[in-house]
Nanobody
Framework: QVQLVESGGGLVQAGDSLRLSCAAS????????MGWFRQAPGKEREFVAA????????PYADSVKGRFTVSRDNAKNTLYLQMSSLKPEDTAVYYC????????????????WGQGTQVTVSS
């Protein structure tokens, strides 16, 4: 079992930066692929970014490429999402996810989900 707890969300202005964290506990964090998803009001949950257990192979959604960076610190059992040049359309609840397989994370069918953290970007 893996428990995931997101933090770092909040209210920011367009153009600002924000860093989300996802603390993992339970089974060996370093062996899991991890990812970030988001869900805006009235919309489906969508993929944002993912990262292999080793830190390599980091696919991104086109909407966030060049603005968001996913990273992990296996020694701290923590996943990060550095978000810059934020836009009002980035407003959503952001979720982290974990699965032994990267393709399952990217497909949106990971074994484990966090509870989410709200990010609101004002114009």
């Amino acid at each position: 079992q893996v428990q995931l707890v997101e933090s770092g969300g909040g209210l920011v202005q367009a153009g600002d930066s924000l860093r989300l964290s996802c603390a993992a506990s339970g089974r060996t964090f370093s062996s899991y692929a991890m990812g970030w998803f988001r869900q805006a009001p009235g919309k489906e949950r969508e993929f944002v970014a993912a990262i292999r257990w080793s830190g390599g192979s980091t696919p991104y959604a086109d909407s966030v490429k060049g603005r968001f960076t996913v990273s992990r610190d296996n020694a701290k059992n923590t996943l990060y999402l550095q978000m810059s040049s934020l836009k009002p359309e980035d407003t959503a609840v952001y979720y982290c996810a974990a699965d032994p397989r990267l393709d399952m994370v990217v497909a949106g069918t990971p074994h484990y989900w966090g509870q989410g953290t709200q990010v609101t970007v004002s114009s």
